[in-house]
């Protein structure tokens, strides 16, 4: 196709164009046997005009999710530690760090330690757990923000939020980032476990590093987990935690 | 926090993506293939559907050589994965699963085998980062299953799924939304599912990350919810109310970062919206910034298709481009057009020639819709028709006569407008390309030959000569007897002849 050589040059200069010719049309041009008038066409998304198109777009796609699909290849490293305080997790892999520091150490609650997914379930934790004037404001009004990112509902405590999150979301009933709190009592500075020396049973539970009972009764006694606000001078991780952050997250705002 | 983006998944697929995409001679016949297999499947309206969205799984099995598991395999591997003593060991086992579930039948027993999902999940919840990873990566096996029944089993897992999509792990944040994109393909039953769980506002939250292979990823599950067939009732109002339009006008505005593979994926999600939408659902004001969105990508397009980067997706890019412009071109009222979209810009044109120019080169199927798009812009724009005819770019336009009828549409509505535009277009080269299309069987291109015929001898008469002098008549002899064109055929001859 042989395009005329000004046409790029004309590309780089300023958007607008020349004065348009003057209209002029006469009604004969549109008088039978002859009828074409100009009109911007539509197709209809299934027209077979389309397919080509499609079929183009399918291929790329089939393309990408493959290769989605394998394993990627890791850059191995020599072995490293993890540098936050009280985790000892080994890496040879750096994405495989870059996973564990965002998923263990991305947003963890400085002042139990526990992690969660998004800073959105991080906030409502620190809200829920550690703030006395959650508490109190708690008693008045409906406080329990819905876990749902986007909805916007409050309720007066965590079963009626739980009710809502499985009928109104379609959540599943134990949604395991939504634990209930538990009672306080003495601290115990044993409880909090530093990473290396957990149980293995402790991994089978969501995300944190001291796992929670399920109900409060039941809960055996070498297992009771009491927090209180102050951290046993003798574990240091949750500074560890923020000495690992140069962004100031909310998970600061405690101290 | 480190930043590791130099070894995220992404840029090394995008490296394997230029291979594979710039035609590698082996796979060439495989392509055809495929081809064939996707265009059977647009015909019987079924290409939505993630069962051709991968290679098939003999081939891919093929390079892994992985064995098909059977039940007490599966439960020995989700034991060690679950109660191991050994980090390494657990990772392992769940790699082996996941290299089992590539086959269906490893798939169906494991879906059949009780509280398989249930431990699954709970891997994906647990703390240990690694396995969250693997889990996951099993996960996506499953819910790429050709067979209902498996993906659907994935469903208990869908709340955490989009729970982890306000994360920060890109790679982990990715697999996830392509896990979701594959559900959501799955069946409208899946999609009840996750509307109310919050998907719309979990994409608009993921839609702020900053890493590339995650916005692509955004961009992919949300064009595959728009394709949904209850998407103009259900899913596109939604996602209209969310932040998610301008999100995405913001991902492809203007500027030295656009990046190509991220911007085709959200041009078709922006296509799929306009052509979709059931009622005029864009303000004025959107419909401007779209435009002008569209514009600039389709300039940008024109100048860098040569470029590494780009060259490769540009195709890609084109073909969602051109259809939002076209259509965008369609909704809006003729009145508004010149004004607020301010679509008297020639070098949307220019573009457009470019580009036809490229297509012609590499994917010649792309060239009607590129035509379309003259057409739409041409139609009601005494502007873009003056255009044509100050950038010379008539010759360039017939040279394509013969590969669609728009070409002769597009030259209609230029000579409708009257006769300072049909001295322009006579004399030229318009004379012997339309003695030859006249001449041709196909009706639809000879009846369009006549419109433009009787248009430019009623605006320039010495058309009419020119035309008498070159046996022109004798050609729309063989026409006499044609229904639908024997009326055209003999006006012309009077007018001809009498003037």
């Known amino acids: 196709m042989l395009l005329p050589s000004a046409l790029r040059a004309r590309l780089a200069g300023a958007p607008g164009a020349a004065e348009p010719l003057p209209v002029e049309r006469s009604p004969a041009a549109r008088a039978a046997p002859f009828g074409f008038v100009p009109r911007p066409v539509r197709f209809p998304r299934e027209h077979e005009f389309f397919e080509d198109g499609d079929v183009q777009r399918h291929l790329y796609l089939q393309d990408v999710i493959t290769q989605v699909a394998e394993a990627p290849e890791k850059s191995r490293v020599p072995e490293f530690t993890c540098q936050v305080a009280g985790c000892c997790q080994v890496f040879a892999a750096l994405e495989d760090y870059q996973h564990h520091y965002h998923m263990m150490h991305g947003n963890a609650c400085s002042l139990c330690s526990r992690a969660f997914p998004s800073e959105h379930l991080l906030d409502a934790h620190i809200l829920e757990w550690h703030d006395s004037l959650f508490q109190v404001l708690a008693e008045r009004q409906d406080m329990y923000q819905c876990l749902v990112e986007g909805c916007r509902e409050k309720f007066k405590n965590t079963q009626d939020r739980k009710d809502h999150m499985v009928r109104l979301h379609l959540y599943p009933a134990d949604f395991r980032f939504d634990k209930p709190k538990t009672s306080r009592g003495p601290s115990m500075p044993g409880a909090i476990a530093d990473l290396s020396t957990r149980t293995l049973a402790d991994d089978g539970d969501a995300m944190e590093v001291c796992p929670s009972p399920m109900t409060l009764s039941s809960a055996p006694v070498s297992e009771k987990r009491t927090y209180s606000h102050r951290v046993p001078s003798t574990i240091c991780f949750g500074q560890g935690a923020l000495r690992g952050f140069k962004s100031t997250k909310k998970k600061n705002k405690h101290h | 926090m480190p930043i590791f983006s130099s070894f995220c998944m992404w840029s090394q697929r995008q490296s394997l993506l230029r291979r594979v995409a710039c035609g590698v001679e082996e796979l060439r016949c495989r392509r055809r293939e495929r081809e064939a297999a996707l265009r059977k499947a647009r015909r019987e309206r079924q290409l939505v559907s993630k069962r051709l969205l991968r290679e098939a799984p003999e081939e891919a099995a093929e390079e892994g050589a992985a064995a098909v598991l059977g039940e007490a395999e599966i439960q020995h ?423």
Request: aromatic letters at 6%; glycine letters at 4%.
């Open chain 2, 77 to 499: 591997f989700l034991r060690l994965a679950q109660r191991g003593t050994e980090e390494k060991k657990r990772e392992e086992a769940l790699v082996t699963l996941r290299q089992g579930l590539q086959h269906l039948e490893t798939q169906q027993t494991f879906i059949r085998l009780e509280g398989s999902m249930q431990t699954l999940v709970g891997l994906l919840t647990c703390n240990r980062a690694l396995l969250q990873l693997e889990a996951a990566r099993c996960l996506h096996e499953l819910s790429h299953s050709e067979q209902s029944m498996v993906a659907e089993a994935c469903l208990p897992a869908t709340s955490y799924l989009l729970t982890y999509l306000s994360g920060h792990s890109s790679n982990f944040i990715e697999l996830c939304l392509y896990t979701l994109g594959n559900l959501i393909v799955e069946s409208e039953a899946v999609r009840k599912q996750l509307l109310p769980q919050g998907i719309v506002p979990a994409l608009a939250s993921c839609i702020q990350s900053p890493h590339m292979a995650v916005l692509e990823a955004v961009g992919y599950a949300l064009s595959q919810l728009l394709q949904a067939k209850e998407a103009p009732e259900e899913i596109i109002p939604c996602i209209l109310n969310s932040t998610l339009p301008q999100h995405m006008l913001q991902l492809m505005q203007p500027g030295p970062k656009l990046n190509p593979g991220i911007a085709v994926e959200f041009a078709w999600c922006l296509h799929y919206i306009i052509c979709r939408s059931t009622m005029p659902c864009l303000s004025p004001m959107e419909l401007y910034l779209l435009w002008r969105c569209c514009c600039w990508t389709w300039l940008r397009l024109s100048r860098e298709q040569r470029m590494q980067d780009w060259s490769c997706l540009s195709l890609q890019l084109a073909c969602p481009v051109i259809r939002c412009l076209s259509n965008l071109l369609t909704e809006v009222a003729v009145e508004d057009v010149e004004g607020q979209m301010q679509l008297g810009d020639e070098r949307v044109v220019a573009a457009l020639f470019i580009l036809l120019e490229f297509f012609l080169q590499k994917q010649p199927s792309l060239l009607p819709e590129g035509l379309w798009l003259l057409n739409n812009l041409t139609a009601n724009s005494p502007t873009l028709c003056t255009s044509l005819l100050s950038l010379d770019l008539i010759e360039p336009l017939l040279q394509l006569s013969s590969l669609s009828n728009m070409v002769l549409t597009v030259l209609c509505n230029v000579a409708e407008k009257g006769p300072a535009y049909c001295r322009r277009l006579w004399p030229g080269p318009l004379l012997p390309c339309l003695l030859n299309t006249v001449t041709l069987s196909d009706t639809e291109v000879v009846g369009q030959s006549l419109e433009l015929l009787q248009l430019l001898f009623l605006y320039q008469p010495e058309a009419a000569q020119d035309f008498l002098q070159q046996s022109g008549l004798q050609a729309l002899e063989r026409h006499r007897e044609e229904v639908q064109l024997q009326d055209r055929v003999r006006a012309l001859q009077q007018t001809a002849l009498h003037g």
